[in-house]
Each structure stands twice: as C-alpha cells, then as structure tokens.
C-alpha cells in the first residue's frame, strides 16, 4: 500500500517562497504521477498541477503558472512543490496526490492523499 | 466560482438517501471526460470515494454510487449514517482549462 508523508507545517512572510515536499512509501516515485491539491481554510479543493509520466513533464493549472514548480528526486521517492511569490491568499493545506499506478492518463482519480502541510503566509 | 458546480449543502435523516450534483460544461463533464468523487471527513485529507463515474474502490461500501448524464453527474448515498457527515467533492478534466478541476464542495448533514 502507498503511503505519502509529507512534511511540516511552515510560516512564511509575503514575497517569501516555500517548499513542500512529500515521501513515498510501498511504490517507487517512478511509478507514480504525482500531483498537487491545495485548500485554504473553510474553502474547497484547488488542483495546482500533476506529472504527465508520457511527456515526462509537469503540467501546471493556469492560475499558478510560473509560480509554482513541482520537482522530485526518484533517489529518494520523494516529491517537491514550491510555490514562490507568496501572498496572504496562499494560506491553505497543501496535499500531494497521486494517480493510480499503471494509469495512461496523467489527469483523472487520485487514489491515495498525504496527510497535507499547512502553509500560513502572514507578515 | 468553481467550474463544476455543487450544492453547497444537503442534508438527510439517518437511513434515508440523499444525491449530491455535479454540473459541468461542454469542456469538461460534457466533453466525455470522467467524473470522480471524494469525501473529506473533518481535518482529515480527502479520499477517493468514486472513480470513473460509477467505479468504487475497494473498501468503499456499496450505500455509495455515481451515474453521469449529459453535463452533469450525481454521488448518491443511500441508508445514510452518521459517519457519512462530511465534504463530498467532484473532479473532472476541463479541456479548456487543460488541467482537473474540482467543483466547490458540499456538506452533507446527517440529521
């Protein structure tokens, strides 16, 4: 069974960036398409962008494009997204997401979530 | 404004059936692309609850089910507990977004 852990709550100042990352357990990172799905508080679910394993490239929703850069390292299974140019409206839970393993689309179901970082951005 | 569009809430008495919609667009649920479902329960992360439509995942009990019709889709569950309080969220694929989007979200009561 997959498990996503990600890492901890963080504090940043307006204009700051910061950078999530994600662990994978039970699979490898290369078996996987991972993406990004943020919620800020008492609002619903915003997709941020997801890894396109045919392509090999990370497709980005508009809203967030060049300001949001998601990386991993297979060497570690472990997944990156950060978001730069922070303003008080980034302030959410931050999930990795990914799809199910042997999928052929890189967009659909994500089957198993991380437990979600808290990114408070306040001066 | 969220593309796919939710009742913010809806409620039900303990064993009843409530339905929760999904309207999308001729770019996303319109278009042919799949509709999936997913239940937040209180400071907890979302869980895939349905996919492609009408599929369950395995653990999910069969009171949950999908169907899609034209631009919409419905999640309905039937013999409604206390324990399914909780978000119900729709996703699907938006062609001219190119990218998944979510609907905004409904919280389902239980009475």
Redesign the interface.
Same mark, same amino acid.
């Given at each position: 069974q997959v498990q996503l852990v990600q890492s901890g709550a963080e504090v940043k100042k307006p204009g700051a960036s910061v950078k999530v990352s994600c662990k994978v357990s039970g699979y490898t990172l290369t078996e996987l398409s991972m993406?990004w799905?943020r919620q800020a508080p008492g609002k619903?679910?915003?997709?941020m962008?997801?890894f396109d394993p045919e392509d090999g490239e990370t497709?980005?929703?508009?809203k967030f494009q060049g300001r949001v850069t998601m990386t991993e390292d297979t060497s570690t299974d472990t997944a990156y997204m950060e978001l730069s140019s922070l303003r008080s409206e980034d302030t959410a839970v931050y999930?990795c997401?990914h799809r199910p393993r042997g999928s052929l689309l890189w967009?659909?179901?994500?089957?198993?979530?991380?437990?979600?970082t808290l990114v408070t951005v306040s001066s | 404004q969220?593309v796919l569009t939710q009742p913010p809430s809806v409620s039900g008495a303990p064993g009843q059936r409530v339905t929760i919609s999904c309207t999308g667009s001729s770019s996303n649920i319109g278009a042919g692309y799949?509709v999936?479902w &997913?239940q937040q329960l209180p400071g907890t992360?979302?869980?895939?609850l349905i996919? #492609?439509n009408s599929n369950r995942?395995s653990g999910v009990p069969d009171r949950f089910s999908g169907s899609k019709s034209g631009t919409s889709a419905s999640l309905a569950i039937s013999g409604l507990q206390a324990e399914d309080e909780a978000d119900y &969220?729709c996703?699907s694929?938006d062609s001219s977004?190119?990218?998944?989007?979510? #609907?905004?979200?409904t919280k389902l009561t239980v009475l």
């Open positions: 993406h799905v619903g679910l915003e997709w962008g997801g497709i980005y929703a508009q999930y997401a967009f659909g179901e994500l089957s198993n979530w991380g437990q979600g | 969220s799949d999936h &997913y992360a979302p869980k895939l996919y #492609g995942p &969220y996703q694929y977004l190119s990218g998944s989007v979510f #609907g905004g979200g």
